[in-house]
């Protein structure tokens, strides 16, 4: 399903391409990442709710799916085009000005940490138009983030029901009214090379 106002506006310079995932989120991550090139012209920052008392494997995982360099996100590291940025276990991932990467321990967000609002949010007040992405998941984290997100000029792409492991958190963002594209896994690689190629 596509929002066919938001379809049909003038093209936007998207900065950054921000992605929450809870349960079941691994293999989405994998589809959605192995369809992107080398030259993707987008950093993208990822959050995966995870059990912050394990080693995460996640970024290793995610490097032998896709073409792009996958790592962890460190403080204060400045994100490029064509990598991918990982919120490490039971961390905040904030987007600040200029790309740069800021991770704390502050208070879980809809008890979870990392959190797809502070994500989401933080990458629209620092970079304006964003491509937010949400996955397969339980809860709602992300729908609120998803919404400044549109409202900074972004569009929300979600995961459609269909595909999905669980449709709890997609859902909550689509029953707010936010999202612009609902899409099956396998598409929304394909879609985000759509929206950044078509970029002016």
């Known amino acids: 399903m596509i929002d066919q106002d938001a379809a049909a506006g003038a093209p936007v310079k998207y900065r950054l391409v921000v992605?929450?995932?809870?349960?079941?989120?691994?293999?989405?991550?994998?589809?959605?990442?192995?369809?992107?090139p080398r030259d993707?012209?987008?950093?993208?920052?990822?959050?995966?709710?995870?059990?912050?008392?394990?080693?995460?494997?996640?970024a290793?995982?995610?490097?032998?799916?896709?073409?792009?360099?996958v790592a962890e996100a460190r403080d204060r590291e400045a994100m490029i085009s064509g990598r991918v940025y990982v919120a490490p276990p039971g961390t905040h991932m904030i987007v600040g000005p200029g790309y740069a990467v800021h991770l704390t321990h502050s208070a879980k967000v809809h008890f979870v940490r990392p959190s797809a609002d502070v994500l989401f949010e933080s990458a629209?007040?620092?970079?304006g138009p964003v491509i937010a992405?949400?996955?397969?998941?339980?809860?709602?984290?992300g729908a609120a983030g998803a919404a400044v997100v549109r409202?900074?000029?972004?569009?929300?792409?979600?995961?459609?029901?269909?595909?999905s492991a669980f449709?709890?958190?997609?859902?909550?963002?689509?029953?707010r009214g936010v999202v612009q594209y609902v899409l099956p896994v396998g598409d929304i690689g394909?879609?985000?090379?759509?929206?950044?190629?078509s970029q002016p």
């Open 19 to 36: 992605v929450a995932a809870s349960a079941g989120g691994l293999s989405a991550i994998a589809t959605m990442l192995e369809k992107l």
């Open 40 to 58: 993707f012209p987008l950093p993208v920052a990822i959050v995966q709710h995870m059990d912050p008392n394990h080693e995460s494997l996640l």
């Open 60 to 69: 290793t995982i995610l490097s032998r799916r896709t073409a792009l360099k």
């Open 124 to 127: 629209a007040r620092s970079c």
């Open 133 to 141: 992405v949400i996955l397969t998941g339980t809860g709602s984290d």
């Open 151 to 163: 409202d900074a000029g972004g569009v929300v792409i979600a995961q459609d029901e269909a595909t």
């Open 167 to 175: 449709f709890s958190m997609p859902h909550a963002a689509i029953d």
């Open 190 to 197: 394909a879609a985000l090379i759509d929206l950044t190629r």
